[in-house]
C-alpha cells in the first residue's frame, strides 16, 4: 500500500512540474517574441532618420531638382522596409527641412508604430 502512495504522489509531482513547464515556456517564448518586436521597431526608427538624412541632403544639393529630396527618402525607407511613407520638404532661403513618416512592419503586428523623423541641411550655395 505504501508503494501505491508513494507512485501517485511523484505522478502528481511530475503533473505540477509540467504546468510550471508549460507556463514558463510561455512567458519566455513571449519574451522572445516582445524583443523581436523591439528590435524591428529600432531597425524601423534609424531607417526613417536614414532617409530623412538622405531626403535633406539629396535636396540640398546644388542644382537639386524640385522633388530630389522626396525621391531620395522615399527610396531610402521602402529599401528599409517601411511602409506608408510619407515625405514632406519645405525650404527657406538658406535650409532645406526634410520630414520623413512611415509605418513599421512589424513580425506579430501587436502594434504598428508611425515614426517620423526631420533633417535640415543648408543649401549649397551657387
Known amino acids: ?11 502528481q509531482r511530475g503533473l505540477s512540474e509540467s504546468v510550471q513547464w508549460a507556463v514558463l515556456g510561455t512567458a519566455l517564448l ?10 524591428l521597431m529600432l531597425h524601423g526608427r ?4 536614414a532617409a530623412a538624412r538622405a531626403g535633406a541632403q539629396a535636396q540640398a544639393a546644388l542644382r537639386a531638382g524640385a522633388d530630389a529630396g522626396v ?10 522596409g ?4 510619407q515625405v ?20 506579430m503586428g501587436w502594434v504598428t508604430p508611425r515614426i517620423g523623423a526631420e533633417s535640415t541641411r543648408p543649401l549649397e550655395a551657387p
Open 1 to 11: 500500500m505504501k508503494m501505491a502512495r508513494y507512485g501517485t504522489r511523484a505522478l
Open 30 to 39: 513571449c519574451c522572445v517574441l516582445g524583443l523581436i518586436e523591439a528590435g
Open 46 to 49: 534609424t531607417v526613417v532618420v
Open 71 to 80: 525621391r531620395s527618402a522615399k527610396d531610402v525607407a521602402t529599401a528599409g
Open 82 to 85: 517601411l511602409v506608408g511613407v
Open 88 to 107: 514632406s520638404v519645405s525650404t527657406s532661403a538658406t535650409t532645406v527641412t526634410v520630414r520623413v513618416d512611415a509605418t513599421v512592419s512589424t513580425f
